[in-house]
């Protein structure tokens, strides 16, 4: 063997040691299964700290203006808080006939849709009114908020 032939052998040979070494750390690293550290169960699943009547949601958040849910003695109401003259205010009620039919037929959802910021929800006729996705960031939440706001404004 000349001496191109044993650089081409030692190069080689550093070659796949060099893939070696690189798969195992890419192993431990990248492909290893995450370790997940034991929590402790909870005794039971009720939560004691939801059992007051919910009658008021904060929905919506820019840097002039809030959207809140509330129920009233009518009903379920949505009142806009506004900084800017002449906007904001009550924007709709839904009476309690009104909230006891939508209820029954199931007449409200969640859509997260594409926006990072922003989703749409619907309840009964108000339709495609938007909520601030790091208040409410799982829209099944959200729709157990508004199904429970509904129950407490229809009783």
Do not use: H
Request: glycine content about 6%; charged content about 25%.
């Amino acid at each position: 063997m000349n001496f191109v032939d044993w650089v081409q052998v030692i190069t080689q040979s550093v070659t796949a040691i060099t893939a070696v070494i690189m798969a195992i750390l890419a192993y431990r690293t990248y492909l290893a299964a995450p370790e997940q550290e034991a929590e402790s169960e909870p005794e039971n699943a009720f939560d004691d700290t939801t059992s007051e009547q919910l009658d008021e949601v904060f929905v919506f958040k820019t840097s002039k203006q809030k959207t809140y849910l509330k129920v009233t003695k009518q009903g379920l109401a949505c009142r806009i808080e506004d900084e800017r003259d002449g906007k904001g205010g009550p924007q709709w009620l839904l009476l309690k006939q009104e909230v006891k039919a939508i209820l029954d037929s199931m007449a409200f959802s969640v859509n997260p849709g594409y926006k990072v910021n922003t989703g749409k929800f619907t309840i009964g006729p108000r339709r495609n009114w938007l909520y601030t996705k790091s208040l409410f960031p799982e829209p099944d939440y959200l729709k157990s908020v508004i199904q429970r706001l509904l129950e407490n404004a229809g009783s």
